[in-house]
């Protein structure tokens, strides 16, 4: 009996930490998501500073495009997010010198501090962006991460991922 009740328990914990990353905060399974944003979409307006490899902070907005453009929507305590990330700096690493090419990962609901100690960590090079509250991340939607959206040179979502990246990239 007691084995039941164990496993059981390991089961239900297993299966919430699963789901956790999508269901953080106000992203619960009973909650609809709004998606804002899809293919075929302009790319909503906004600037942000990024914070380089290097250290250094630029200006990121999308007001000017060059080229593909990669937006990332991100929690460092979301696994998904964790599990994604890799794979997309990996993507950036491959593309950051391809001409007009840029990439941008946004979190949401995190501070500067927390964001370059996952960075550091992870050994991750995209250029990211702390963001402290929903601000940009609610232009795109109202629930789900990670978010990853590609957009061509005149700001048109062209692909757009939510939770797991379905294709290689």
Known sequence: ???????????????????????????SADAHVEEYV????????FT?????????????????LTGETVIVLFHTSCGDCQREL?????????????PGFQMVAISR???????????????LSIPYSAQPDRRIYNLFASAVIPRVYFCNAEGIVTKVFIEKIDEEL
């Open 1 to 27: 009996m007691k084995f039941v009740v164990s496993f059981r328990l390991t089961l239900g914990v297993v299966l919430m930490l699963l789901t956790s990353c999508s269901m953080s905060d106000d992203d």
């Open 38 to 45: 899809k293919v075929g979409d302009h790319v909503p307006s």
């Open 48 to 64: 942000v500073e990024t914070v380089e490899a290097d250290g250094t902070t630029l200006a990121f907005s999308t007001a000017s």
């Open 86 to 98: 890799p794979r997309l700096n990996s993507y950036y690493l491959r593309h950051r010198d391809d």
């Open 109 to 123: 609901e995190e501070e500067v501090e927390s964001v370059s100690a996952f960075w550091h960590e992870r050994g």
